[in-house]
Every structure is written in structure tokens, then in C-alpha cells.
């Protein structure tokens, strides 16, 4: 499914505790949000993101994460929660990256604030990144730490996953099915 540029990537439904969230498209305005997520981050958090765990985002990083968004071959999404309610804030960030070489794959990467680990967030970024992934794509290549369970785990809901272990760290292969998985709510158990 090819996302609307023009924002149909606005979705409202409720984490599996109950708490209403929103997700909306990453926009051009959002890199002093993801500065301070990133900021508020544990270092765990952190390497389990990004593989490395600097104090802060780089420009160059920011001018990646945010200006090479496209919401086309670099679908960016936001969490929000709890949703509608005046301590709404960013949870959550994710993306899923077209490989430019091989049209039919992508990346997919997602961040979490350490208080909303384990709430359900990787795994609604996680579906509806793979709900509005770059036409044509049918798999996903990424590489996961070793250690990092939930990321794993929410990466086998996905689809058909082949694993390679090198120092520590998992590439992963999804085969995604041919059908984008239900956008109304929680990835299925």
C-alpha cells in the first residue's frame, strides 16, 4: 500500500492497556521532537535504536531522519499518547526506509520513551509502518541487537523471519505477507 503524502497516515485507536493514542506523519517541524525523545532516552534505549548511543543527535542525523522523509520511499511516523489529553506527547517514532539498489525491500527501525516500552508502541509503529510501506515492497532487512527481545519479537509478527547472528547483532529478513496487516488497532497474537 503506497501512503498518501498528504496525510493519510493519521490513525487513532488504543494501546493494549486501554490508552488512547494517535499516530500521525513525521514532519519537517519535528527535529527538536526527536532531539529531545532521543534525549530522554536511557543509553540502552538508545543502542537498542541506533546501534551506538551518542548524547545527542547529530545535524547530519536530524537532516536524515527528518528532511529525507518523503512519506514515499521514507514513510516517518510519530506515537502520541495519551492521545486527545493535554500531557499528549511523542512515545514513539518509527520508519520504514526503501533500499534504493533493491526496490522490493526496506528498513524498518523504531524508537521507544523508555516509560512506554513494553505498552504495545513498537508493535503499533511496527504495523502501521508495514500498513503503508512503499509500494512493491515485500521484505524487510534490518539488523537488531542481539539483546534486544522486544525489538525481535515484534519483527516476527510481522512475517516469515530468517535470522543471521555476527557480533552480536541479528540481520534480520521478514517476508512480509501479500496483505498489509489490519490498521485498526493491535498487531494479531
Not at 33 to 53: E, K, P, T, W
Not at 92 to 102: A, K, Q
Not at 139 to 154: H, P, Q
Amino acid at each position: 500500500m503506497s501512503p498518501d503524502p498528504a496525510g493519510d497516515l493519521t490513525e487513532v485507536f488504543r494501546l493494549p492497556d486501554g490508552t488512547p493514542a494517535r499516530l500521525r506523519a513525521l514532519v519537517g517541524t519535528d527535529r527538536q521532537l526527536l532531539q529531545d525523545m532521543y534525549a530522554a532516552m536511557s543509553q540502552v534505549s538508545r543502542h537498542g535504536r541506533f546501534l551506538a548511543a551518542p548524547a545527542r543527535l547529530s545535524e547530519l542525523t536530524l537532516d536524515y531522519l527528518v528532511d529525507a522523509v518523503d512519506q514515499v520511499d521514507h514513510v516517518a511516523i510519530v506515537l502520541l499518547a495519551p492521545a486527545s489529553h493535554p500531557d499528549e506527547a511523542p512515545v514513539g517514532v518509527g520508519r520504514i526506509i526503501r533500499y534504493t539498489g533493491e526496490p522490493s525491500t526496506a528498513d524498518i527501525a523504531f524508537a521507544v520513551a523508555d516509560d512506554w516500552q513494553r505498552r504495545g508502541v513498537g508493535s503499533a509503529l511496527a504495523r502501521a509502518l508495514v500498513a503503508h510501506r512503499p509500494r512493491g515492497v515485500t521484505r524487510l532487512v534490518t539488523i537488531v541487537a542481539a539483546d534486544n527481545k522486544a525489538s525481535l519479537a515484534t519483527l516476527a509478527r510481522l512475517g516469515a523471519v530468517e535470522r543471521v547472528l555476527t557480533d552480536g547483532v541479528y540481520e534480520i529478513t521478514v517476508t512480509l505477507p501479500a496483505e498489509a496487516p489490519p490498521r485498526n488497532g493491535h498487531l494479531p497474537s
